[in-house]
């Protein structure tokens, strides 16, 4: 079961304390997709893709709805979204990107994503707007990254 981008911002939003900013956010969403992608074999959001942006991925919906913070913490904007159940592995593998990648600088999320190995780094031309990030290049980062060589 997949959830949308919205459920996945704000389940990470809350997993922080809500203390990410807009660049933060869509790194570790990001990162939290593939890796739940790679380890699921189905997207873990459901109703919208990454594009590549001069920052790294994005969720342009997120990204719109959460502007206004500019480079502020996040806060609960998610109201009208509905929760994602603790339980799931959608939860619980945005949460542990939460824990292990929220404490990074936001300068150092955006090294991550932009690796020559990155689906990102494949999809990225400037000036160019609306690229979308191909799965298939997400899963294949995946393995490049976590793949047992």
């Not at 969720?59 to 009208?80: E, K």
């Not at 690796?115 to 191909?134: C, K, L, N």
Request: hydrophobic share 40%.
């Amino acid at each position: 079961m997949a959830i949308s981008a919205m459920q996945a911002a704000k389940t990470a939003c809350a997993a922080s304390g809500w203390t990410l900013s807009n660049l933060q956010l869509h790194k570790i969403l990001y990162i939290a997709h593939m890796v739940y992608s790679g380890e699921h074999g189905e997207p873990l959001i459901n109703d919208e893709r990454f594009q590549a942006w001069a920052y790294g991925p994005v969720l342009p919906s997120v990204y719109n709805h959460a502007s206004g913070y500019g480079s502020s913490n996040i806060q609960n904007i998610f109201n009208h979204v509905p929760d994602v159940a603790p339980w799931t592995d959608e939860y619980k593998t945005i949460v542990q990107a939460v824990n292990e990648l929220g404490p990074l600088d936001p300068f150092r999320l955006v090294d991550i994503t932009h690796e020559p190995i990155s689906a990102w780094a494949h999809a990225y031309a400037p000036g160019m707007r609306h690229v979308v990030i191909d799965q298939e290049a997400i899963l294949n980062e995946y393995r490049a990254r976590f793949s047992e060589a």
